[in-house]
């Protein structure tokens, strides 16, 4: 056993009430009977499991919440998720925005406040906020602060008093972080034993970030689901507490055997709005503008015919699908579409293989004409894997010494 696996369990004994012995050797069974090394990394997830079902089974009978606490054992597959955003990213370059076109109106409009450092070398900062002036010395600028104007400093504001939902935000007014990124799915599952639906899903901060499971592939974890029908992660504990169905002993408890589980079946049972032919992929981006953003997806399948597993500047690989069984426009390349893969999603097939892609369309003009509709991919499935994965160009620095 390595270190950071006996830190685990030290970490862990006022909760299973054990001795470091007792809970070394409760370890090493759990490892036994999960046919691994106690050195295997997958230990830290199975004990993580382990400690999490102990905390569950031992709350007082009154709770209303089998886990204890906010957060629900759940058990399922992402249909798609996708990759992590800086929701800050679009808010804090339109404050910078307003503020470099009317610095005034943008501070008198409680979107950004803005910083002069005095002779004592304090910042002043001023603001309005609900329509009143506030002005107070600070020994040090928030991390998300510009520099702006004239030697001045901006720092945009959260400007946004109510949600849409007409409740109170209670960030209203602060300085809005100099980043947050959110990662977003569609978890397919069902919560401490109940029946299986559709889930959006949304975790962010780091943990989201460094959350990353394979679509289609069935988990088991700890989140925090709402009566609205949405899953959120929680903290560090979503993350920590993800542990592959796949990796669990058959024998285990938690196990669940999913050979039956069709995923074309399931997708055109209960998904068949978003199933859309790759011929028309270019059609349903139109019609589906109106639509909000997260029901915009689209679900199609085709022959992988190209890819390119050299990521470009965001991170993302190529693959060109077609559908060999439609008439090919080869005046203009219809036929061909495009999807961009995030790094967090595998590819283990290569060309010729048959998948489903599920993501959210997109489509620009160059020099005046509309190129055709490509995916931004959340969700991949392999129907047919054929081939290998094609590798990666190495990246080779230019020589401009001949310059």
Request: include cysteine.
């Amino acid at each position: 056993m390595n270190e950071k696996m006996k830190k685990e369990i030290e970490n862990s004994l006022s909760i299973v009430g054990m001795t470091l012995e007792e809970a070394t050797q409760k370890y090493e069974s759990i490892c036994a009977e999960n046919n691994i090394e106690t050195s295997d990394q997958i230990g830290v997830a199975l004990w993580r499991s382990h400690v999490a079902q102990f905390r569950r089974s031992n709350k007082p009978s009154n709770s209303n919440n089998s886990s204890g606490g906010l957060a629900k054992q759940v058990f399922g597959m992402f249909v798609s998720l996708d990759a992590p955003r800086d929701t800050m990213r679009w808010k804090r370059n339109r404050a910078g925005e307003e503020y470099r076109r009317d610095a005034d109106n943008a501070l008198e409009n409680g979107i950004v406040a803005v910083a002069t450092q005095n002779a004592l070398g304090k910042w002043v900062v001023a603001r309005y906020h609900k329509g009143e002036y506030e002005e107070k010395t600070i020994s040090s600028l928030p991390e998300g602060a510009e520099e702006g104007m004239d030697g001045q400093y901006f720092i945009p504001l959260d400007d946004l008093a109510h949600y849409r939902n007409g409740g109170e935000n209670k960030g209203y007014g602060k300085p809005l972080p100099a980043e947050q990124f959110r990662r977003q799915g569609l978890f397919y599952g069902s919560v401490e034993g109940g029946e299986k639906q559709l889930w959006p899903f949304s975790y962010k901060n780091q943990p989201g970030v460094d959350f990353s499971p394979n679509t289609f592939d069935w988990v088991h974890f700890l989140a925090i689901p709402n009566e609205n029908g949405n899953m959120y992660g929680m903290t560090e504990v979503t993350l920590n507490s993800l542990l592959r169905n796949a990796d669990l002993d058959p024998e285990n408890s938690d196990y669940r055997n999913m050979d039956t589980f069709k995923v074309e079946d399931f997708l055109l049972e209960k998904m068949d709005s978003h199933v859309v032919p790759l011929v028309d992929v270019d059609m349903a981006h139109t019609e589906r503008q109106s639509l909000p953003y997260n029901e915009r997806f689209i679900i199609t399948e085709g022959t992988v015919c190209n890819m390119n597993m050299t990521p470009t500047a965001n991170g993302n690989r190529i693959l060109n699908i077609t559908d060999l069984n439609a008439e090919f426009n080869y005046d203009d390349d219809g036929g061909v579409v495009t999807c961009w893969i995030p790094s967090h999603i595998e590819i283990d097939f290569g060309i010729g293989s048959s998948v489903i892609v599920i993501g959210n369309t997109s489509q620009r003009e160059v020099d005046g004409e509309v190129q055709p509709a490509t995916i931004n991919v959340g969700g991949l499935y392999a129907m047919d894997k054929k081939g290998s994965v094609v590798e990666a160009a190495p990246v080779v620095d230019e020589d401009y010494d001949w310059f």
